[in-house]
Structure formats: C-alpha cells, structure tokens
C-alpha cells in the first residue's frame, strides 16, 4: 500500500476566519504532500510494504525513525483535516459523546481546559489528542509525528501543533488557535464515528 494525499473534505477557504485558505493550503498541499511523498521513498525496502497504514505506523515505531515519522504524520493528517469543518466545534456533542466525557473527562469544560493545556503544554512540535485507552477518553500529547497508536490507544480527535498549523494566523499565541479549533472547527460527528470504532 503506498501513501496518497487525500482531498481536503472542504474548500480552501471553508474553516475562515479560524483556519485560512493560506494556511491550509501551505499545510495540506506542502506539508502532508512531503509527507506522502517522503514515507513512499521510506516504505520501499522497509518490508513494511502491503500493510495498512496503521500496522505501518506501529511496526516502524521505535525500528524505523525516518519512516515512522513520515507515516505517523500521514495518518495523523488524513484524520486531522475530517477532524475539522466549517461552523464546527462548541459544546454541543453527540449524545454518546458528551456522556463519555462527563463521565471520563468530568465533562466539557473539564475536557477543553485539559486539552488547550496538553496543546499548550506539548514542547515544541506535537499534537495534542483525545483518545480511548482500556475503554475510557483520555487527553494525551506526543512530540513530533507520534500519536497515541503507538502507546496502546486509539486516537479519536487530535490537534495539529506544529507550527505550520497556526503561524500564518495566530503567531506565536498557540492557546488562541487551540480555543479556536475547540470551539469553532471539530467535526464532533467524525469524533464520534473514531469512538464508536474504538469501544466496539
């Protein structure tokens, strides 16, 4: 199997004024392009060829740092860009959702603050994430092009904090574009579609 850079789910412009047509295209068509373009170099020879993207993510962890962090950072961006869209983001989850995280989480507010603060938190090049580990939401961050597949869960939200994500609007005020995408930019439904997937 070897990488492609997917369509964006949306318009250039669709995430303005919280994420720009300038950022995404600099973002998507730059960044994840090389990341494609780098991991398919990378996947020849590795004997890692023919596997999904997650089994690659997970055999080169650890084996095959040039690969694995092309590969990590191609799956991380294939969910990144579902994980946004336009007038998304707010308080109002779907209804499995929102119970999971009063009950994991201790609820919205909890959850946003956590979250912002793993973002902000992260040194460096990273992401911040939500993701299900033994049954239950957790907030994680993992430097560079790691995600939480290789430390035994499942990812179902995560935010980009690479710098590429945010310069271009929001400078150095990483906080400010980590409220932005809390509250204007999630897709909750295809959160909620990478829970379901995680807790069947």
């Given at each position: 199997?070897?990488?492609?850079?997917?369509?964006?789910?949306?318009?250039?412009?669709?995430?303005?004024?919280?994420?720009?047509?300038?950022?995404?295209?600099?973002?998507?068509?730059?960044?994840?392009?090389?990341?494609?373009?780098k991991g398919n170099?990378?996947?020849?020879?590795?004997?890692?060829?023919?596997?999904s993207l997650e089994?690659?993510?997970?055999?080169?962890?650890?084996?095959?740092?040039?690969?694995?962090?092309?590969?990590?950072?191609?799956?991380?961006?294939?969910?990144?860009?579902?994980?946004?869209?336009?007038?998304?983001?707010?308080?109002?989850?779907?209804?499995?959702?929102?119970?999971?995280?009063?009950?994991?989480?201790?609820?919205?507010?909890?959850?946003?603050?956590?979250?912002?603060?793993?973002?902000?938190?992260?040194?460096?090049?990273?992401?911040?994430?939500?993701?299900?580990?033994?049954?239950?939401?957790?907030?994680?961050?993992?430097?560079?092009?790691?995600?939480?597949?290789?430390?035994?869960a499942a990812p179902?939200?995560?935010?980009?904090?690479?710098?590429?994500?945010?310069?271009?609007?929001?400078?150095?005020?990483?906080?400010?574009?980590?409220?932005?995408?809390?509250?204007?930019?999630?897709?909750?439904?295809?959160?909620?579609?990478?829970?379901?997937?995680?807790?069947?």
């Open positions: 199997m070897s990488f492609e850079l997917p369509d964006l789910p949306y318009a250039y412009d669709a995430l303005a004024p919280y994420m720009s047509a300038e950022t995404l295209e600099f973002h998507h068509d730059k960044h994840h392009q090389a990341y494609v373009t170099e990378l996947l020849a020879g590795s004997g890692l060829e023919g596997k089994e690659i993510v997970k055999g080169s962890y650890g084996k095959n740092a040039g690969l694995f962090n092309n590969a990590g950072q191609h799956y991380n961006h294939i969910h990144f860009w579902k994980w946004m869209k336009k007038d998304g983001g707010g308080s109002s989850l779907p209804g499995a959702l929102a119970s999971a995280m009063d009950s994991d989480l201790g609820g919205f507010d909890k959850f946003r603050a956590d979250f912002i603060a793993a973002g902000v938190g992260q040194f460096g090049s990273g992401w911040a994430w939500l993701a299900v580990k033994n049954g239950k939401l957790e907030i994680m961050k993992t430097p560079n092009g790691e995600n939480p597949l290789v430390h035994g179902v939200l995560g935010c980009d904090v690479w710098e590429h994500s945010y310069y271009i609007d929001y400078r150095n005020a990483r906080p400010k574009y980590l409220e932005a995408f809390i509250d204007n930019m999630i897709n909750w439904d295809y959160v909620l579609e990478m829970y379901e997937a995680a807790t069947k």
